[in-house]
Every structure is written in C-alpha cells, then in structure tokens.
C-alpha cells in the first residue's frame, strides 16, 4: 500500500499571500488530521476530516481552513499568512479517529517558509 | 483538555547504554501510541498500546501501558546511533475523536 503522500514538499511565500497544502491519505482511510509543528510549540492539532465533514477543529484562527474530497484527498488552506507561520505542516491518515486505537500514519509534510 | 507530558525533553547518551522515556497524563485513554520522528520527515508509528499493564517489545523497544492507562514509558536497551530521533506519544481518546500529543523527547545516541 502507499504511504501518506503530502505536496508540494516545501514552499515559501510571503507575508500576505494564501497557501493550499495538499494531502492523500492512505487508500481506504477516510480520517485525515493536520497538524502544525514549530520547534517551540510541537506538534498542534489543525484539524481533522471524515467522509468529507470536520469533526474536529483545533485552536487556530479562521485564515486556516481545509476541506476533504469524496476520495478522502484532503486540502488545508492559509490565508493572508503571517512570519509565525512557518512551520512543519503534516498530515496524517487513519481508518477512523473516532475509535479506540487510533492509528495515525503521517506523510512526510510540507515545510513552508514565510518571509 | 487533555495533557501528555514526556519527560526527558532533551536526553544524549553514548552508544550502548539503555535509556527510558516517559510519558504522563492526569487524563485516562484508550490507547496509548509511540512514534519516531526524523529531521525533516513525519513521524513514523512504532506501536500501540491498548490494555493496562500492556507491555510490547520491538527489538530492543520495550513499550509499557500504565495500569491506570494514563502513562507508559518506552525502555530502548543498548541505543544505537540509529535510534536517533524525536520520539512522541499520542494518546488516543474514543470521546474526543482525535489524539493528544506530547511535546516529545530528542534522543541523540553519539557512536
């Protein structure tokens, strides 16, 4: 089976601008999860789709947003970015994260650069 | 809000030596997962802990599930410069419907 793929691979924008990050999950997952990791503040919980619906939003302002496709691809967009948004972005894929073993398979991320 | 806190942060020992590493939460979960992470990569899974008391090993990994289902520790034996890496738990939780992570620990096996 293939991996979490996670494109592109590493971008850099600029203050102001939108980024889509995009994510394809492992066939037959219908969990996607994102995640944001900086250095100082480890791995911070996006959000989290399933069959098209989120289920789960984390803490982070409006400007980050995402939505799923009927073939589980999943897309997370930053709008208007900001320096503090540099950062790791990954992506994780399970069966299900609503229950009790929550195997989560990550891809490789997308490491944006705001300048 | 659920916490995982891992200890230690920061851990740097010589090949061959054994370390543990521990992960603690005031919360209870369902499951308990173990990943390593490289530099510039996702974390990759190493296992799953389900029941209390579990205990599984992988090689020279030996992953343990608090009675409670509040904590585990990972136990590497003889580190390898290999075993280098970010090592991060996540506890799973059915209600919630996500997985909470800890900050994770930063191995440097030196050869």
């Known amino acids: 089976k293939a991996g979490v793929t996670q494109t592109p691979r590493y971008l850099i924008k600029t203050r102001g601008q939108q980024v889509t990050l995009s994510c394809s999950p492992i066939?037959?997952?219908?969990?996607v999860s994102w995640y944001q990791q900086t250095p100082g503040q480890g791995l911070q919980f996006l959000f989290e789709y399933f069959s098209e619906t989120q289920r789960n939003k984390g803490n982070f302002p409006g400007r980050f947003s995402g939505r799923q496709f009927s073939n589980s691809r999943s897309e997370m967009n930053v709008s208007t970015l900001e320096l503090g948004d540099s950062a790791l972005y990954l992506c994780a894929s399970s069966l299900d994260s609503g229950t009790r073993v929550n195997e989560q398979f990550f891809g490789p991320g997308t490491r944006l650069t705001v300048l | 809000t659920q916490l995982l806190e891992q200890s230690p942060q920061f851990l740097s020992i010589q090949e061959g030596e054994n370390l543990t590493v521990y992960c603690n939460s005031s919360?209870?979960?369902?499951?308990l997962q173990w990943y390593r992470q490289e530099p510039g990569e996702g974390p990759v899974l190493l296992v799953t802990?389900?029941?209390?008391?579990e205990v599984k090993k992988l090689k020279r990994l030996t992953f343990q599930f608090g009675d409670a289902r509040k904590d585990s520790s990972l136990h590497i034996t003889a580190a390898q410069p290999g075993d280098t890496g970010l090592y991060l738990c996540?506890?799973?939780?059915?209600?919630?419907?996500?997985?909470?992570f800890g900050d994770g620990t930063t191995l440097t096996v030196k050869p």
């Open positions: 919360s209870v979960f369902s499951s």
């Open positions: 066939s037959g997952h219908r969990s």
């Open positions: 802990v389900v029941t209390g008391g």
């Open positions: 996540a506890g799973a939780n059915t209600n919630a419907g996500k997985s909470t």
